[in-house]
């Protein structure tokens, strides 16, 4: 990145081209092919905007994203008010950018996993995040290649609002957003950038002895084990094990500890 880099060169860092094309358009693309194949689409009405659907490009979805991303920054309470022609709700970013027709058809076909290499629930193999498995396995990646965390790092909980039909939605209290999915996060203390995420499901593996919480934390620090960072976490994940362990691995930790916390009575 040079010098007099702007925002969008960072942005493109994380959001290639390359995953741009080889995911939302051609998962999007096929997704469409499979639902104008099925039954569902002969029942169409005529006058249905899905009889206009053709398949998006590269450009498309680039320009699909940069609408969803202003949709978070301008808020409307009905996803049609963002064409409108009203001098009290117009956004002319919206219009010009995209037609509303072609936006919502986009929306309604849009895709991000082949359907067909989906396990069922309940057999081995089953993935509950099979439908975001391939774009979060790719921002996991880039979080951890783009940026090196400080040497103070720290654990904590984050969450996504959804209030949708999802058997992994949590309810967290204390969050700004209380209902959603919730997200195991390593981030750099200084700034704040997340170096590693996992995303809470409801399933885990088998847990080892030391226990799932220890597991987790292993598993989000585990590149920066013995790089002489340290780790502060609350007193959900401080354990004497974990600490113990890891500074045998040349990584400090600190933290609050619950006094029946297994091996608390021991300190």
């Known amino acids: 990145i040079p ?7 960072f942005f493109k860092l994380y959001i290639t081209d ?38 998006v490009t590269l450009d498309d979805m680039k320009r699909f994203i940069a609408m969803i991303i202003g949709m978070g920054l301008v808020q409307h309470h009905d996803i049609q008010d963002y064409w409108s022609k009203d001098e009290m709700l117009e956004t002319p970013f919206f219009g010009k950018t995209m037609a509303r027709n072609k936006f919502l058809l986009i929306m309604s076909l849009f895709h991000l996993n082949n359907n067909e290499n989906q396990i069922p629930r309940g057999q081995v193999g ?17 979080f951890h290649d783009l940026y090196n965390p400080g040497e103070n790092i720290a654990i904590d909980e984050g969450m996504i609002a959804w209030r949708g039909n999802l058997s992994f939605r949590v309810y967290m ?13 390593l981030c750099d203390s200084s700034n704040g950038y997340c170096s590693q995420v996992e995303i809470y499901h409801g399933t885990s593996e088998n847990p080892s002895q030391k226990g799932k919480i220890y ?5 989000l620090i585990r590149p920066y ?22 500074y ?17 009575q021991l300190i």
């Open 3 to 9: 010098e007099n880099a702007e925002i969008i060169d």
């Open 18 to 55: 390359e995953f741009i094309d080889d995911i939302l358009v051609q998962e999007t693309n096929k997704y469409a092919q499979d639902f104008f194949n099925s039954p569902q689409a002969q029942n169409l009405k005529p006058q249905s905007r899905f009889h206009k659907w053709t398949n």
């Open 126 to 142: 089953y993935d509950p995040i099979f439908k975001i498995r391939r774009v979060y396995d790719h921002f996991k990646a880039k």
């Open 173 to 185: 209290p204390d969050k700004p957003d209380k209902f959603g999915v919730k997200l195991f996060m």
């Open 215 to 219: 597991d987790l934390v292993m598993r």
């Open 225 to 246: 084990l013995g790089k002489g960072h340290k780790l502060f976490v609350d007193n959900y994940y401080t354990s004497p094990i974990l600490f113990h362990d890891l």
């Open 248 to 264: 045998q691995q040349q990584t400090g930790a600190c933290g609050t500890l619950r006094v029946n916390r297994k091996g608390a």
